[in-house]
Nanobody, 125 residues
Framework: QVQLVESGGGSVQAGGSLRLTCAAS????????MGWVRQAPGKEREGVAT???????TYADSVKGRFTISRDNAKNTLYLQMNSLKPEDTAMYYC???????????????????WGQGTQVTVSS
């Protein structure tokens, strides 16, 4: 029943910004955590940002200080603001949701039960 749909990806030059949006359905009233996970071809999945049901956030070291995750429970929407983008940020970005409460969220990709289809982010040098 839960569905996640990402949008906002695109191509940008290094140093630019993008804002990703994840529209969730069937997730209202949930206190589970949500997050953004990225994967580049031939590389492992990497959890980059996460937020729990009370808006507490956690970031991977690789994006800390550049990315900001937020959620609007009233609109059932998750966001990822990405600033100072680097070529190494190029990847498919997935919105993901878990049904369990983890303080501060969770960065381990295998912890998530529901995934969106992904949105591509390409950063050129």
């Amino acid at each position: 029943q839960v569905q996640l749909v990402e949008s906002g990806g695109g191509s940008v030059q290094a140093g630019g910004s993008l804002r990703l949006t994840c529209a969730a359905s069937g997730y209202s009233y949930s206190r589970g955590c949500m997050g953004w996970v990225r994967q580049a071809p031939g590389k492992e999945r990497e959890g980059v940002a996460t937020v729990d049901g009370y808006s507490k956030t956690t970031y991977a070291d690789s994006v800390k200080g550049r990315f900001t995750i937020s959620r609007d429970n009233a609109k059932n929407t998750l966001y990822l603001q990405m600033n100072s983008l680097k070529p190494e940020d190029t990847a498919m970005y997935y919105c993901a949701a878990d049904f369990m409460y983890h303080p501060g969220g969770v960065l381990i990709p295998r912890a998530y039960y529901v995934w969106g289809q992904g949105t591509q982010v390409t950063v050129s040098s």
